[in-house]
């Protein structure tokens, strides 16, 4: 079983930067697909980013220019960096992880929540 724990949220001004981290126990982290979704109140769940094995990586058009989703292996870790936040970007973000050949993500986290406002 592989647990996620994000960390990194929490309350900042409009125009400002956030890194959030997704720390994995699993063994096999390198292999995992990692991703980051978000849902605002009211909202379905949306992916914001993803990073393959391969550090191939793929942006919603909302983030795109704007965050960065990178991973270190070393310490099986996740990172998604925020910049130029937007009152929009207020939501919980989750990471995720998908083993190989899976076709949806198979363990999440708890989230963590990221408020945009002044």
């Known amino acids: 079983q592989v647990q996620l724990v994000e960390s990194g949220g929490g309350l900042v001004q409009p125009g400002g930067s956030l890194r959030l981290s997704c720390a994995s126990s699993?063994?096999?982290?390198?292999?995992?697909?990692m991703g980051w979704y978000r849902q605002a109140p009211g909202n379905q769940r949306d992916l914001v980013a993803t990073?393959?094995?391969?550090?191939?990586?793929n942006y919603a058009d909302s983030v795109k220019g704007r965050f960065t989703i990178s991973r270190d292996n070393a310490k099986n870790t996740v990172y998604l960096q925020m910049n130029s936040l937007k009152p929009e970007d207020t939501a919980v973000y989750y990471c995720?992880?998908?083993?190989?050949?899976?076709?949806?993500?198979?363990?999440w986290g708890q989230g963590t929540q990221v408020t945009v406002s002044s």
């Open positions: 995720a992880a998908k083993r190989q050949y899976s076709l949806s993500y198979d363990y």
């Open positions: 699993g063994s096999i982290f390198k292999l995992y697909t």
């Open positions: 990073i393959t094995s391969g550090d191939i990586t």
